[in-house]
């Protein structure tokens, strides 16, 4: 590109507006003092700040050791009940149907996505709160119950994962022993909810089996007794003709004795064979590892935010050095100054 001449036919030198690396280094070498003094002292005050955080109480720190206990449960999603509801829709033409409904014709995602909506569902939140008295604890004013949730959702985290099916409960807090006892209970209280939705029939089936074969037991005790009591009369009667009632009474009681020994007898034998069943099967929900008190922070990292801190106020001192540089500069343009005071 040719310079353009001007009337007296000079061509004027042209202008080089670009900054060269040496004119920055020049800037910040003449600001170096601003820039190591902010720098310097910002990474002292962090530094001092997260000493005297980590020196202080936890409930008086402003930046307190935080830990954070896990449970793990082993959540089946390939359960025989989810296997046979999935045959069930494939074999009658209705899983595509099904699919466009927005109805999974597998458990794949059913029990893992119930829990995690377990642990968000506002009764769940609520049995916690309660139980710990969190309302009291993170001293809520305003609005408890939607406060106290909002706070809960924040420090009580669940993750579920789809490979494994194995899904956590986590919870943060400054004291690793409550931490502890609030993911625990946690844990106690969705086993409960899943063993009250009823999705492992052979566990809910297990339970039937135990209470009937515990009643089977209990009436047959009964009986004995009232045979027991029968024979012992029979010697202190005072009329003959009360022993054929006595003995009709007894021989009826001991057929009853027998009925509930066949019940109690088939019961038994269900149930041995349930337990084979559910020693060869995985229930839908199974706690693999409650949670332990921890003996190790999980945060804050104040090593980071020390470091953190340090190259933030650097970078914003090599930005203020530039920024006083400039100013100066159009301080010394009086055309950039006349612009300024808004004189043509």
Known sequence: MQNKKDP????????????????????????????????VIAMVFIVIFSIISLVLPPEKSFLPNEYTP????????????GS??????????????ASLAGISASAESSNSALAGFITSSNTFLDAVINEFDL????????????????????????????????????????????????????????????ENIGLDKNLLEKK??????????NEILRLQKEIHKLEQSVSSVTSVRDIPSITLDTEMLRLEVKAQETV??????????????????????????????????SGPSRGMLCIIVTF???FFSVFLAFLLNAIDNIKKDPQAMAKLKGEK
């Open 84 to 97: 046979s509801l999935s045959s069930l829709i494939n074999s009658s033409g209705l899983g595509g149907l």
């Open 70 to 81: 896990q449970a793990h449960m082993l959540i089946n999603d390939n359960s025989s009940q």
């Open 264 to 297: 109690y007898t088939q019961l038994k034998a269900q149930y041995e064979i349930l337990k084979v069943t559910l020693a060869s099967e995985r229930p839908v929900f199974q706690i693999l590892e409650r949670a332990e008190v921890p003996d190790q922070k």
């Open 135 to 194: 309302i009291d604890r993170y001293k809520i004013k305003k609005n408890p119950k939607a406060e106290s949730r909002k706070a809960l959702k924040k420090v009580l985290v669940s993750s579920s994962d789809d490979e494994t099916g194995v899904f956590t409960i986590s919870f943060t807090d400054i004291d690793p022993v409550f931490a502890a006892e609030v993911v625990n209970f946690s844990v106690d209280y969705m086993e409960k909810i899943f």
């Open 8 to 39: 007296e036919g000079i061509t004027p030198e042209p202008q080089d507006d670009e900054v060269s690396l040496l004119d920055l280094l020049a800037v910040m070498w003449k600001r170096k003092r601003l820039i190591i003094s902010i720098t």
């Open 208 to 217: 039937n089996l135990e209470d009937n074969i515990e009643s089977s037991y």
């Open 312 to 314: 933030a106020a650097g």
